[in-house]
């Protein structure tokens, strides 16, 4: 299976800015992406990027503020976070597809371990 580690979570202001990370290894795919989960909420869709073509997607929620970029030669894609909003708070969630494009849900095979994104007020 495909490994993911994530990385660059942490503590911000309300309007301040965060970049995760998540490298990729172990076998190919073709889609890396970010969830969320606060707690007692629902595992939600954030953004994805397909590994050769590069089309992005993204929630609603966070389309105009988020940036999901990636590095094939390292496999590792990005999730830069501007402005961000305490409703941002949530751990969040490296995620492989390994046939789509778009990240769905029921598509997702492997997931990172999460990492900790806290937006104070």
């Known amino acids: 299976q495909v490994q993911l580690v994530e990385s660059g979570g942490g503590l911000v202001q309300a309007g301040g800015s965060l970049r995760l990370s998540c490298a990729a290894s172990g076998r190919t795919f073709s889609s890396l992406g970010w969830f969320r989960q606060a707690p007692g909420k629902e595992r939600e869709f954030v953004a994805c990027i397909n590994w050769s073509g590069g089309r992005t997607s993204y929630a609603d929620s966070v389309k105009g503020r988020f940036t999901i970029s990636r590095d094939n030669a390292k496999n590792t894609v990005y999730l830069q976070m501007n402005s961000l909003k305490p409703e941002d708070t949530a751990v969040y969630y490296c995620?492989?597809?390994?046939?789509?494009?778009?990240?769905?849900?029921?598509?997702?095979?492997?997931w990172g371990q999460g990492t900790q994104v806290t937006v104070s007020s």
């Open positions: 995620a492989a597809d390994p046939t789509g494009s778009y990240c769905l849900r029921s598509s997702i095979n492997r």
